[in-house]
């Protein structure tokens, strides 16, 4: 209850906050291509339910009907001011309308498509018992995901050989820590980590390493070394 309170709080003063570079990017959007300016993209939320995520459109219209979920930096169904809107992650900040209808909350494990879900292991699937976020610890750790992505043959693959294994271990790990203080410590940092990301990666490692997290986690949330493709955790 009070996680559902805190997240209506905080969602209406964002929206707030940001509603002028908001409505600035909607009429940026439209003004491209004379489309509607928002992606209505279905996700798995909690317990296996499909529900309607609203994104602000980066890409061409129909750029979903291509079958690939993974986007690349470098793909060419991203539009010019899309590529500001996703650099400044403008894309995730609308999701605050979700979060105010219930169907999401500030911090969680990230909603995936259902073609991705269809590959989860067992472990995987207690990513399910909670409401998705818009952000969590892999939010963070993993926003350079367009840039791993980039120049890759089979992103959806690559996604899931290289990112997904460690997306859903810090999903699993926040699920077995959350509480409202460390769920106002995700929203801080990840603010900050457009300031700082080496430094609030690091912040990070140190709370994995003080709740007792895998060595292997600990390291891969620094991001120092090249990513190599993992199984997902079982």
Not at 130 to 143: M, Q
Not at 164 to 172: D, F, T, V
């Given at each position: 209850m009070i996680k559902r309170l805190f997240d209506i709080l905080i969602s209406l003063i964002g929206l707030t906050v940001i509603s002028p570079v908001f409505i600035l990017f909607i009429l940026l959007i439209f003004l491209y291509d004379f489309k509607s300016p928002?992606?209505?993209?279905?996700?798995?939320?909690?317990?296996g339910k499909l529900f309607k995520m609203v994104?602000?459109?980066?890409?061409?219209?129909?750029?979903?009907?291509?079958?690939?979920?993974?986007?690349?930096?470098?793909?060419?169904?991203?539009?010019?001011?899309?590529?500001?809107?996703?650099k400044f992650k403008f894309d995730e900040i609308s999701?605050?309308?979700?979060?105010?209808?219930?169907?999401?909350?500030?911090?969680?494990?990230?909603?995936?498509?259902?073609?991705?879900?269809?590959?989860?292991?067992?472990?995987?699937?207690?990513?399910?018992?909670?409401?998705p976020g818009i952000t969590d610890f892999?939010?963070?750790?993993?926003?350079?995901?367009?840039?791993?992505?980039?120049?890759?043959?089979?992103?959806?693959?690559?996604?899931?050989?290289?990112?997904?294994?460690?997306?859903?271990?810090?999903?699993?790990?926040?699920?077995?820590?959350?509480?409202?203080?460390?769920?106002?410590?995700?929203?801080?940092?990840?603010?900050?980590?457009?300031?700082?990301r080496k430094k609030v990666l690091k912040k990070i490692s140190l709370f994995l390493l003080s709740k007792n997290a895998k060595q292997s986690l600990v390291d891969i949330s620094l991001r120092e070394k090249e990513l190599t493709p993992a199984l997902p955790p079982e």
């Amino acid at each position: 209850m009070i996680k559902r309170l805190f997240d209506i709080l905080i969602s209406l003063i964002g929206l707030t906050v940001i509603s002028p570079v908001f409505i600035l990017f909607i009429l940026l959007i439209f003004l491209y291509d004379f489309k509607s300016p928002f992606y209505v993209a279905p996700r798995v939320g909690k317990n296996g339910k499909l529900f309607k995520m609203v994104k602000l459109r980066s890409m061409r219209v129909n750029a979903d009907k291509t079958g690939v979920a993974s986007t690349a930096n470098g793909d060419d169904r991203i539009t010019p001011i899309g590529k500001v809107i996703r650099k400044f992650k403008f894309d995730e900040i609308s999701q605050l309308i979700n979060v105010l209808l219930g169907s999401m909350s500030l911090v969680g494990p990230r909603p995936q498509v259902e073609k991705d879900v269809r590959l989860y292991t067992e472990k995987e699937k207690n990513l399910l018992n909670v409401k998705p976020g818009i952000t969590d610890f892999s939010s963070i750790v993993f926003s350079d995901e367009g840039d791993i992505l980039d120049g890759s043959i089979n992103p959806d693959k690559d996604y899931n050989d290289l990112i997904r294994p460690w997306k859903s271990r810090l999903g699993l790990f926040y699920i077995e820590c959350r509480n409202l203080k460390l769920d106002i410590n995700l929203i801080f940092m990840t603010v900050y980590s457009f300031v700082n990301r080496k430094k609030v990666l690091k912040k990070i490692s140190l709370f994995l390493l003080s709740k007792n997290a895998k060595q292997s986690l600990v390291d891969i949330s620094l991001r120092e070394k090249e990513l190599t493709p993992a199984l997902p955790p079982e």
